[in-house]
């Protein structure tokens, strides 16, 4: 099993930033993708961001947030981040850690965080 718990998520104004954090644990997490997806009230759940744990592992972004969001990793701390910038109202979400076989589809993704909510005031 893989345990993962997300942390960060504020109510924030627009143009603001947060820094969304999720703590890995559990078996042979290191050789899963990590990525970040989201879910607004009322949609379906998104492709945000995914990384690996390996120096060599390309990261990848939402047309959405290329530009605003960056994803990294502190492999000693076993930890993803999720750095957001310049957000906008349309960012609000319940934001997921989700460790899996990679890609943009959720389906790809095995295990995954109970969500920390972000909202951006107008």
């Known amino acids: 099993q893989v345990q993962l718990v997300e942390s960060g998520g504020a109510l924030v104004q627009t143009g603001g930033s947060l820094r969304l954090s999720c703590v890995a644990s559990?078996?042979?997490?290191?050789?899963?993708?990590m990525a970040w997806f989201r879910q607004a009230p009322g949609k379906e759940r998104e492709f945000v961001a995914r990384?690996?744990?390996?120096?060599?592992?390309?990261?990848y972004y939402s047309e959405t947030v290329k530009g605003r969001f960056t994803i990294s990793r502190d492999q000693p701390k076993n930890t993803v981040y999720l750095q957001m910038n310049s957000l906008k109202p349309e960012d609000t979400a319940v934001y997921y850690c989700?460790?899996?076989?990679?890609?943009?589809?959720?389906?790809?993704?095995?295990?995954w965080g109970q969500g920390t909510e972000v909202t951006v005031s107008s």
């Open positions: 990384t690996g744990w390996s120096i060599n592992v390309n990261t």
């Open positions: 559990g078996r042979t997490f290191g050789s899963f993708i």
């Open positions: 989700a460790a899996g076989a990679g890609g943009s589809r959720k389906e790809s993704y095995e295990y």
